[in-house]
């Protein structure tokens, strides 16, 4: 188990939330590896610091479904588990497509500002080429539709599953071809929104999510074969 070492003596709500940000970054970057096993004593000496914000931040990410605590052996990091996160991407697709649905069905008049503004970004602004960056705009990209759409249920359900597939979605990036990719995708999506052809746009949504967990199920296999070499 790698966990980087830090020095901080700010206030406990602070450090708690530092020390949570570590470890969520230190999973997210498979520094730490799905199944590790650690104690709070293991962290606490690492990042020299006492076990009671520790213990908040394992429970945070515990909350959050990055790790499980066994109270007779500690915390590991929670295995990955392909078929629960494939029904995630099955469930956004339902989300986005009837939110796609919603918008299509609207009048030329009634565009959401939003939607005027995703459309500037991707079809019209200079491309990123960070992956990182580009991974949050596509996040936004997707979570804008939903809202755009005027369900706030359903908005909250599909930001509850963003926040949940951000582990391994954000993988959809480190490769260059798939931030092209992600550009053109999105860019017809809206033009096919805006132009309101519904089977059109709900299609080629439908498509490039299925396209994104395909590509993030094969990248995170390689990656951990990597980190376990």
């Given at each position: 188990?790698?966990?980087?070492?830090?020095?901080?003596?700010?206030?406990?709500?602070?450090?708690?939330?530092?020390?949570?940000?570590?470890?969520?970054?230190?999973?997210f970057?498979?520094?730490?590896?799905?199944?590790?096993?650690?104690?709070e004593?293991?962290?606490?000496?690492?990042?020299?610091?006492?076990?009671?914000?520790?213990?908040?931040?394992?429970?945070?990410?515990?909350?959050?479904?990055?790790?499980?605590?066994?109270?007779?052996s500690?915390?590991?990091?929670?295995?990955?588990?392909?078929?629960?996160?494939?029904?995630?991407?099955?469930?956004?697709?339902?989300?986005?497509?009837?939110?796609?649905?919603r918008?299509?069905?609207?009048?030329?008049?009634?565009?959401?500002?939003?939607?005027?503004?995703?459309?500037?970004f991707?079809?019209?602004?200079?491309?990123?080429?960070?992956?990182?960056?580009?991974?949050?705009?596509?996040?936004?990209f997707?979570?804008?539709?939903?809202?755009?759409?005027?369900?706030?249920?359903?908005?909250?359900?599909?930001?509850?599953?963003?926040?949940?597939?951000?582990?391994?979605r954000?993988?959809?990036?480190?490769?260059?071809?798939?931030?092209?990719?992600?550009?053109?995708?999105?860019?017809?999506?809206?033009?096919?929104?805006?132009?309101?052809?519904?089977?059109?746009?709900?299609?080629?949504?439908?498509?490039?999510?299925?396209?994104?967990?395909?590509?993030?199920?094969?990248?995170?296999?390689?990656?951990?074969?990597?980190?376990?070499?």
């Amino acid at each position: 188990m790698q966990i980087a070492n830090h020095h901080n003596k700010t206030r406990p709500e602070g450090l708690a939330e530092r020390i949570y940000l570590q470890l969520k970054d230190d999973i997210f970057e498979f520094r730490l590896l799905p199944g590790d096993r650690f104690s709070e004593s293991d962290v606490a000496a690492r990042m020299d610091v006492s076990r009671t914000p520790v213990r908040q931040a394992l429970f945070w990410l515990e909350r959050e479904g990055y790790v499980d605590v066994h109270f007779r052996s500690g915390w590991q990091v929670r295995p990955f588990d392909f078929a629960y996160f494939e029904e995630l991407y099955d469930l956004r697709i339902v989300l986005e497509r009837e939110a796609v649905k919603r918008l299509c069905a609207r009048s030329v008049g009634e565009t959401p500002p939003t939607l005027t503004e995703l459309a500037a970004f991707w079809l019209h602004d200079p491309r990123l080429e960070e992956g990182k960056t580009v991974a949050l705009h596509d996040e936004q990209f997707h979570l804008t539709l939903v809202a755009a759409a005027g369900n706030g249920e359903m908005a909250r359900i599909h930001r509850d599953v963003t926040e949940k597939i951000r582990i391994i979605r954000r993988l959809d990036f480190t490769q260059g071809p798939r931030i092209e990719a992600t550009y053109n995708e999105h860019a017809a999506i809206l033009q096919a929104i805006l132009q309101h052809r519904t089977e059109e746009a709900q299609t080629l949504l439908a498509n490039h999510i299925a396209v994104s967990k395909a590509e993030v199920r094969k990248i995170t296999l390689h990656m951990l074969h990597q980190a376990r070499r």
